[in-house]
């Protein structure tokens, strides 16, 4: 695998998948991965007739096997020649072109076509001044709030009481944020995590997460949100610029939306307060 830019020549893609308005193709070698792709990615299927200007990974079996790896790592990110991206895994391997449009992967599983699939998103929301986030994303007719917070902030038990509530989960693993032509800010879903697809919403607030007996929303500083913000957000580009565009991204989104604390109980309650929020 070299530095240059990934081969465009694939056969026919396995699964064409659209995330937050973004497309691309997948064209695995391993013809037994198309089973596990169509599970994670199936609810996110795009049009089978090619897009213009889509997006493609290819990814080709190693030369010898190799066996997968028991705990999964973050994938290192190293600017490569000419402007790609290499991108280095446990027991994988992967090129992006300069566009960050194609990539070309060696490896086993469906695991490095996820976390490839992962970054290129990323890029692709930078490009339009957006974010990929790890949180939780709840929508309420049409409005979202975005929580994030360190492991064990309550992030996917918020996720748990919303759904119990009747309400509708974006995603809570990955949420991709990106600002609309409109001046408003979008939220969608991806499919780590909730596998199933819902409509994207107007992004009204993002926020941390606390525990209490009593659930209650707080004003918070856009600061101490940016702070917790920004170590959720994935950077696709591990460069200075990539780095000070991810924050100048962080700022925006922050200066639009109400920035707060949720504080919250393990009932119903959280659910009651986001959603008079939201309402």
Do not use: C
Not at 117 to 142: N, Q
Not at 211 to 219: C, G, I, L, M, P
Request: no cysteine; glycine share 12%; hydrophobic share 45%.
């Amino acid at each position: 695998m070299n530095g240059g830019d990934p081969s465009p020549g694939p056969r026919d893609a396995v699964l064409r998948i659209t995330l937050a308005g973004w497309t691309v193709a997948l064209d695995v070698e391993d013809a037994a991965l198309a089973g596990p792709l169509q599970r994670v990615f199936g609810a996110f299927r795009a049009p089978d007739a090619v897009a213009s200007g889509e997006a493609r990974l290819v990814m080709r079996n190693p030369p010898s096997p190799v066996s997968p790896p028991t705990v999964q790592e973050l994938p290192r990110l190293e600017p490569g020649d000419a402007g790609t991206l290499r991108v280095e895994g446990a027991g994988y391997s992967a090129v992006l072109s300069p566009d960050r449009r194609r990539a070309d992967v060696v490896g086993s599983g469906r695991y490095p076509v996820e976390n490839v699939i992962k970054i290129m998103l990323a890029s692709a929301l930078a490009k339009r001044g957006g974010l990929l986030v790890h949180g939780v994303g709840l929508a309420h007719e049409g409005r979202a709030a975005l929580f994030v917070g360190h492991s064990g902030a309550g992030k996917s038990t918020l996720g748990g009481l919303w759904r119990d509530a009747g309400g509708t989960v974006l995603a809570d693993e990955l949420v991709a944020v990106w600002p609309g032509e409109d001046g408003t800010w979008r939220a969608a879903g991806t499919p780590w995590n909730v596998p199933v697809r819902t409509p994207e919403a107007s992004l009204a607030a993002v926020g941390t997460l606390g525990w209490d007996a009593a659930s209650r929303w707080e004003a918070q500083g856009a600061g101490e949100v940016a702070r917790v913000l920004l170590l959720n957000a994935l950077l696709p580009e591990p460069t200075p610029s990539g780095r000070g565009a991810l924050v100048g991204a962080a700022g925006r989104v922050l200066s639009s939306v109400e920035t707060a604390r949720l504080v919250f109980a393990r009932d119903a309650s959280a659910a009651a307060v986001v959603r008079a929020r939201l309402a």
